[in-house]
């Protein structure tokens, strides 16, 4: 039986081995999925990352320390030689990954902090080097060498935090020559390649808007530069240079992309990865003369180590081309007939690449007081605070954003656009309403309330009109479209309220979920579905609230009466013939709203957890609102 004492005597013999490896597999695991929590939704994929993210500095810390706390004079020659070439090995794994700079936009505004910890990793892993080092020996040049690497990779990093949020990073437009010849290069690409037009577009608006910067002043679009305008295109296309854009947001905030795809970027990559080359060659020749010297499990490792860094860094060479930003470096030069033949190739590839989940969440709140069910271990977990915030998770869903809702969209927010007139929007159903011949004292009520307040009302009210329809088998496109859109506001509401800036969100929610377990659970009978509860709130008269339950009310929800605001609402819906129109117009309207006045790191914030409908609605707005206009 192996005893604890074999075990304690391997950890000493190869505890710095340990960490080096599992920094890693850190680093392998933050290459893979770094970017992909652009378009993949869900805790799971998060805290991968976040933990992955947190660890590897801290393991490489420790690693490190271990290197500089080590007695040099309890190894013999060939052990050292390995021993300090894991200093600068760590070095290059730690500014390794490409598709991860910054967990969250946070870590963008550290970018002095990190600049000040590469001097200090740099002095340490120097420190280290000088200790290790022997003169007589031509295994201390593969220091330099690893060194070298090590500097390029994590220079990297550092340049991409810290020219985030400067607006200085990315492919200047000056590259694409003066703005007035960027409608030349439109002309001039050939029209047999789809989606080359549509990139360049995007990232010409992603540029003069700099989305990530909210002090960025910039008049729109449409008043200096026409054909940048994208009003002529289909629904598809309009989400798809949003898609373009906010990906090209991503990159920025989040990724080495605008860093690389430089020239100073493309000359650090190629030292980088020389020099891992160049290190793994040297390695290979040295030992092979001293063989006998060298302990052979140690020689194995700082192999793996160096091909694992070798093939990783390669890993990402090889993607380097599928990605828009080399598509627009091949524009600069598409007269060249072996970059045509390459826009050939990924022009249309680049429909067909992910840049954000395409789902909708959906969150109906008479199915959540439905079918809501206790938790196991109900009792610690409600002790702990987090019960409803659970059930609110297991109840909510995704689902594909149709074709017919980008439309709607599109369509609706025309409207709103006409309305404002570049201005910011202040209206949240007003204007919808008045569009409809509906602004009186039927509907008007519905929309002064508190934001949260009317959404509320108006997602009740819908699921009234959608189940009344559905019973006498009403059905068609817009009417889903309708629900679509309410499930997915009361989604926002329920779990993210902070993106539509609500601080009583929360106390809304409780107070509508109490109102409707009381209403359901009063009934002579047991409701079993929405339908049947639609066709209660629909018919019968709701019962007045008793003293005791008045006294039971927060300050926010007192004189308050959500099922009987949502009643009288859904009757009014229904005695109009063009309910669906009303009800679709304002839901739009509501979102426009909620995605303007959403700060912008919410929306960056939101591009890391598989995107979302509502940031893209926000950048389509930003791109028609201008920054130069004060209110009186």
Same mark, same amino acid.
């Given at each position: 039986?192996?005893?604890?004492?074999?075990?304690?005597?391997?950890?000493?013999?190869?505890? %710095?081995?340990?960490?080096?490896?599992?920094?890693?597999?850190?680093?392998?695991?933050?290459?893979?999925?770094?970017?992909?929590?652009?378009?993949?939704?869900?805790?799971? %994929?998060?805290?991968?990352?976040?933990?992955?993210?947190?660890?590897?500095?801290?393991?490489?810390?420790?690693?490190?320390?271990?290197?500089?706390?080590?007695?040099?004079?309890?190894?013999?020659?060939?052990?050292?030689?390995?021993?300090?070439?894991?200093?600068?090995?760590?070095?290059?794994?730690? #500014?390794?990954?490409?598709? %991860?700079?910054?967990?969250?936009?946070?870590?963008?505004?550290?970018?002095?902090?990190?600049?000040?910890?590469?001097?200090?990793?740099? #002095?340490?892993?120097?420190?280290?080097?000088?200790?290790?080092?022997?003169?007589?020996?031509?295994?201390?040049?593969?220091?330099?060498?690893?060194?070298?690497?090590?500097?390029?990779?994590?220079?990297?990093?550092?340049?991409?935090?810290?020219?985030?949020?400067?607006?200085?990073?990315?492919?200047?437009?000056?590259?694409?020559?003066?703005?007035?010849?960027?409608?030349?290069?439109?002309?001039?690409?050939?029209?047999?390649?789809?989606?080359?037009?549509?990139?360049?577009?995007?990232?010409?608006?992603?540029? *003069?808007?700099?989305?990530?910067?909210?002090?960025?002043?910039?008049?729109?679009?449409?008043?200096?530069?026409?054909?940048?305008?994208?009003?002529?295109?289909?629904?598809?296309?309009?989400?798809?240079?949003?898609?373009?854009?906010?990906?090209?947001?991503?990159?920025?905030?989040?990724?080495?992309?605008?860093?690389?795809?430089?020239?100073?970027?493309?000359?650090?990559?190629?030292?980088?990865?020389?020099?891992?080359?160049?290190?793994?060659?040297?390695?290979?020749?040295?030992?092979?003369?001293?063989?006998?010297?060298?302990?052979?499990?140690?020689?194995?490792?700082?192999?793996?180590?160096?091909?694992?860094?070798?093939?990783?860094?390669?890993?990402?060479?090889?993607?380097?081309?599928?990605?828009?930003?080399?598509?627009?470096?091949?524009?600069?030069?598409?007269?060249?007939?072996?970059?045509?033949? *390459?826009?050939?190739?990924?022009?249309?590839?680049?429909?067909?690449?992910?840049?954000?989940?395409?789902?909708?969440?959906?969150?109906?709140?008479?199915?959540?007081?439905?079918?809501?069910?206790?938790?196991?271990?109900?009792?610690?977990?409600?002790?702990?605070?987090?019960?409803?915030?659970?059930?609110?998770?297991?109840?909510?869903?995704?689902?594909?954003?149709?074709?017919?809702?980008?439309?709607?969209?599109?369509?609706?927010?025309?409207?709103?656009?006409?309305?404002?007139?570049?201005?910011?929007?202040?209206?949240?159903?007003?204007?919808?309403?008045?569009?409809? #011949?509906?602004?009186?004292?039927?509907?008007?009520?519905?929309?002064?309330?508190?934001?949260?307040?009317?959404?509320?009302?108006?997602?009740?009210?819908?699921?009234?009109?959608?189940?009344?329809?559905?019973?006498?088998?009403?059905?068609?496109?817009?009417?889903?479209?309708?629900?679509?859109?309410?499930?997915?506001?009361?989604?926002?509401?329920?779990?993210?309220?902070?993106?539509?800036?609500?601080?009583?969100?929360?106390?809304?929610?409780?107070?509508?979920?109490?109102?409707?377990?009381?209403?359901?659970?009063?009934?002579?009978?047991?409701?079993?579905?929405?339908?049947?509860?639609?066709?209660?709130?629909?018919?019968?008269?709701?019962?007045?609230?008793?003293?005791?339950?008045?006294?039971?009310?927060?300050?926010?929800?007192?004189?308050?009466?959500?099922?009987?605001?949502?009643?009288?609402?859904?009757?009014?819906?229904?005695?109009?013939?063009?309910?669906?129109?009303?009800?679709?117009?304002?839901?739009?309207?509501?979102? *426009?709203?909620?995605?303007?006045? *959403?700060?912008?790191?919410?929306?960056?914030?939101?591009?890391?957890?598989?995107?979302?409908?509502?940031?893209?609605?926000?950048?389509?707005?930003?791109?028609?609102?201008?920054?130069?206009?004060?209110?009186?």
């Amino acid at each position: 039986m192996v005893s604890v004492g074999y075990f304690k005597e391997l950890w000493v013999d190869w505890n %710095i081995e340990v960490l080096v490896l599992v920094s890693f597999v850190l680093q392998i695991i933050l290459t893979i999925f770094g970017s992909r929590r652009r378009y993949i939704p869900g805790i799971g %994929i998060r805290f991968a990352v976040w933990s992955a993210y947190l660890l590897s500095n801290y393991v490489a810390k420790i690693a490190i320390g271990k290197l500089t706390d080590i007695d040099t004079k309890q190894f013999d020659l060939s052990e050292q030689k390995l021993k300090g070439l894991l200093a600068p090995l760590i070095f290059v794994q730690i #500014g390794s990954p490409d598709t %991860i700079t910054a967990l969250s936009i946070e870590d963008n505004r550290l970018g002095l902090r990190q600049f000040l910890g590469l001097l200090i990793q740099v #002095g340490v892993v120097i420190l280290i080097i000088v200790r290790f080092w022997n003169k007589h020996s031509s295994f201390s040049f593969l220091f330099l060498l690893m060194f070298l690497a090590g500097i390029s990779k994590y220079g990297e990093t550092v340049w991409a935090l810290s020219t985030a949020l400067t607006g200085e990073s990315g492919i200047s437009i000056s590259e694409f020559d003066q703005e007035e010849n960027v409608p030349t290069l439109l002309r001039q690409l050939p029209e047999s390649i789809p989606g080359v037009e549509l990139i360049l577009k995007a990232y010409y608006r992603f540029s *003069c808007l700099k989305p990530h910067l909210e002090n960025w002043l910039y008049k729109p679009l449409y008043e200096s530069l026409p054909w940048m305008s994208i009003d002529g295109y289909s629904a598809e296309d309009v989400f798809r240079i949003t898609d373009s854009e906010l990906g090209f947001m991503y990159d920025v905030l989040y990724t080495k992309a605008p860093i690389i795809y430089t020239w100073q970027g493309c000359i650090l990559r190629i030292i980088s990865f020389l020099s891992l080359v160049s290190t793994l060659c040297g390695l290979a020749i040295l030992s092979s003369h001293a063989s006998a010297k060298v302990k052979l499990q140690y020689l194995v490792f700082t192999y793996v180590l160096l091909i694992g860094g070798v093939v990783l860094e390669l890993y990402q060479i090889i993607l380097l081309p599928f990605t828009e930003w080399a598509i627009l470096k091949m524009m600069r030069y598409h007269n060249m007939p072996a970059v045509m033949q *390459c826009l050939r190739v990924l022009g249309p590839k680049s429909s067909e690449w992910k840049r954000w989940s395409n789902l909708l969440g959906q969150f109906n709140l008479l199915s959540f007081c439905l079918h809501d069910k206790h938790l196991k271990y109900s009792r610690i977990i409600k002790f702990s605070g987090i019960d409803m915030e659970l059930r609110k998770t297991r109840s909510r869903t995704r689902v594909e954003f149709p074709k017919k809702l980008k439309e709607l969209i599109v369509h609706e927010m025309k409207e709103v656009d006409n309305a404002r007139n570049a201005k910011p929007v202040t209206q949240r159903g007003h204007w919808a309403l008045e569009r409809h #011949g509906c602004l009186n004292d039927e509907f008007k009520w519905s929309v002064k309330r508190d934001f949260d307040k009317s959404i509320t009302i108006w997602h009740i009210a819908t699921d009234i009109c959608y189940h009344s329809d559905v019973q006498y088998g009403v059905t068609n496109s817009q009417i889903e479209m309708g629900k679509l859109l309410s499930n997915y506001m009361m989604y926002v509401l329920v779990m993210r309220p902070h993106m539509f800036y609500s601080t009583t969100a929360n106390i809304i929610f409780q107070h509508t979920y109490t109102e409707l377990m009381i209403f359901l659970r009063t009934r002579p009978s047991l409701v079993k579905g929405e339908g049947e509860a639609c066709r209660i709130f629909r018919t019968e008269e709701l019962p007045e609230e008793s003293d005791l339950d008045k006294r039971k009310e927060t300050v926010v929800t007192s004189d308050w009466h959500v099922l009987k605001d949502a009643q009288r609402l859904a009757r009014s819906l229904m005695s109009k013939e063009n309910k669906w129109n009303i009800i679709c117009s304002v839901w739009v309207e509501m979102l *426009c709203y909620a995605a303007s006045n *959403c700060p912008m790191e919410y929306h960056a914030e939101q591009l890391r957890r598989g995107g979302g409908l509502i940031t893209h609605v926000w950048l389509l707005l930003a791109h028609k609102t201008d920054k130069f206009y004060t209110s009186d």
